[in-house]
């Protein structure tokens, strides 16, 4: 017993002392350097059929420029921002998004490594915006006529771009957000969790299939936009009946709409940007912007981007989300292409987002924030 004991003293005495005999302390021999946190934030807009089902982006025949019956479809401009929480020399990641099924990797920004329901990057997240210059593909440009369904997102991106977003390297490529887009796929598309129906007098049925905790309300907006009305959402299992809404738009629904963006975590630009992208397109025209002189006048466009060979999408100017909340207007007759002038919009719950698209990170982002609009085209075209 003595002599086991002399042995295991002396094994604790080598384990205690290094090379010269300073000691050691084996937990800090293998801490490895901590990973700077990292955060992302991500916004889109996916468009469902009235009965449930994933609409695709298509030019159509014959219609070259112009998305067919004038309305997005499918998974449009899920773009990604990456937030540092501290001064680093930045972190490299690979992020990875693979789409649900029914859906295709219709377009994506940067490159990546691409395979049919899926892109990778690796990229390097800075600490800093990106100091230099940006350009973007135009809707001309042999990238944009070469996407498959004649709809070319990737022209709009420098609209959506924000000065708050950490820099992202990948390959000779630095910009401040990623973009994917998903198109009409194989296989079966995933199940919304509202289930829609129309009533003969013109109300809608909502069942709610889903279990997850909701953000915001629903909402039905009519005539590009003009009229809206707001319920909240029907507990699971249950069922709401919305009316065709009478009520003009105002301020105060615009308002509601806006918190909602921040509910989900978004920062003001990040709003702004999505405000940008698809306020025309989910709530019709703006108002056109009065000049000095009071004469009618255009302050820029809002897509920038679009159909290839064809108009922009949009034809408004763009606005910005501040404490007065989102911009709306009557439209003064101009129509919007990709408008419904009938639709209900929705928040995507927490618990439906892996069905259409899982993001992935290595490392782990500390925080990922999701705000995906649904639109679900009431009006049957």
Known sequence: MKKACVVWS??????????????????????????????????????????G?????????????????????GYGKPVLYFHTGEKTDG?????????GEGLSLAERFPDGEVEERSVRWNVRVASEPCAAERTYPDAASERCQQVADRYCETAELGDYETSDAACLRSGDTEVPLLFYRGGDGE??????????????????????????????????????????????????????TIPAPTQEIDDAAHEMFAR??????????????????????????????????????????????????????GLGNPGTIGRGGLGYGRGYGRFVHGAKRDALLYWLPADAFDEIATLSFEPEAATVRRATLVRVDLSGR
């Open 10 to 51: 002396a094994l604790i005495a080598l384990s205690s002392c290094g090379e010269e005999g300073t000691s050691v302390d084996p937990a800090a021999a293998t801490k490895a350097d901590p990973i700077p946190r990292f955060d992302v934030h991500e916004w889109g807009l996916l468009d469902v059929a009235l009965d």
């Open 53 to 73: 089902t994933l609409r695709e982006l298509s030019a159509g025949p014959g219609q070259a420029g112009r998305v067919a019956d004038l309305g997005i479809r």
């Open 91 to 99: 972190v490299d990641v690979q992020v990875e998004v693979s789409l």
């Open 187 to 240: 296989g079966e598309p995933a199940t919304m969790p509202l289930e829609v129906q129309r009533n003969p007098d013109g109300s809608i049925q909502v069942t709610n299939r889903g279990t997850a905790e909701p953000i915001g309300q629903l909402w039905r907006v009519v005539r590009y936009g003009r009229r809206a009305v707001a319920v909240d959402w029907p507990a699971p299992g249950e069922t709401v």
């Open 260 to 313: 909602d963006l921040e509910a989900h975590g978004l920062t003001e630009q990040e709003q702004a940007a999505f405000d940008r992208a698809w306020h025309e397109v989910v709530w019709g025209p703006r108002p056109a912007p009065v000049d000095e002189d009071g004469s009618l006048g255009l302050r820029g466009t809002g897509r920038g981007g679009g159909g290839v060979g064809g108009p922009p999408i």
